[in-house]
T-cell receptor, first 114, second 111 residues
């Protein structure tokens, strides 16, 4: 089965530093997402991306966050100035099209902010 | 906003049947999904209901009642590998709308 690929699997950074999390969604998928999960808690929606623009974002996705699809293949999440509370597992996900609600998740990037 | 309630933990015996319930309160509702997550792993799609009724996929079935704002996941012929967390997730609209997840149900399978 096709896979969503995320790199790196682990990222350690100092508070205030910028991080970029990378994802390669499944090639023919049209909708892209970022979710995060703090250890032991539920999965939380951050942002959705369709047709080269943000479609929806949650309250968590403030001005410190941004997303890009720079080359038609990669899908990135940037956190400009990380905070301790940004420590979480970040999942990228994609789905084929509207009406097909099966979301494929990547294996995640564990972000630790020190 | 949206909120989903599901039991935090369920214990069952290998070979048995277990039902995990989910109730939701939403300002808009499009459908209910179920995801499985093993420790340290990514959520994996199990099923999706947009209409009332039962959807069956192998050993797993999912049910939705829109009038009751209620759904459940039914797992049959439980195997040890089914030990995982199970999340219900509501979609408020079609297209690119994000999912709102419940807090998850930790399923413990005993031999």
């Amino acid at each position: 089965e096709p896979e969503v690929t995320q790199t790196p699997s682990h990222q350690v950074t100092q508070m205030g530093q910028e991080v970029i999390l990378r994802c390669v969604p499944i090639s023919n998928h049209l909708y892209f997402y970022w979710y995060r999960q703090i250890l032991g808690q539920k999965v939380e929606f951050l942002v959705s991306f369709y047709n080269n623009e943000i479609s929806e974002k949650s309250e968590i996705f403030d001005d410190q966050f941004s997303v890009e699809r720079p080359d038609g293949s990669n899908f990135t999440l940037k956190i400009r100035s990380t905070k301790l509370e940004d420590s979480a597992m970040y999942f990228c996900a994609s789905k084929l099209d509207r009406g097909n609600e099966k979301l494929f998740f990547g294996s995640g990037t564990q972000l630790s902010v020190l | 906003g949206q909120s989903l309630e599901q039991p935090s933990e369920v214990t069952a015996v290998e070979g048995a049947i277990v039902q995990i319930n989910c109730t939701y309160q939403t300002s808009g509702f499009y459908g209910l999904s179920w995801y499985q997550q093993h420790d340290g792993g990514a959520p994996t799609f199990l099923s999706y209901n947009a209409l009332d009724g039962l959807e069956e996929t192998g050993r797993f079935s999912s049910f939705l009642s829109r009038s009751d704002s209620y759904g459940y996941l039914l797992l049959q012929e439980l195997q040890m590998k089914d030990s995982a967390s199970y999340f219900c997730a509501a979609q408020s609209g079609g297209g690119a709308d994000g999912l709102t997840f419940g807090k998850g149900t930790h399923l413990i399978i005993q031999p």
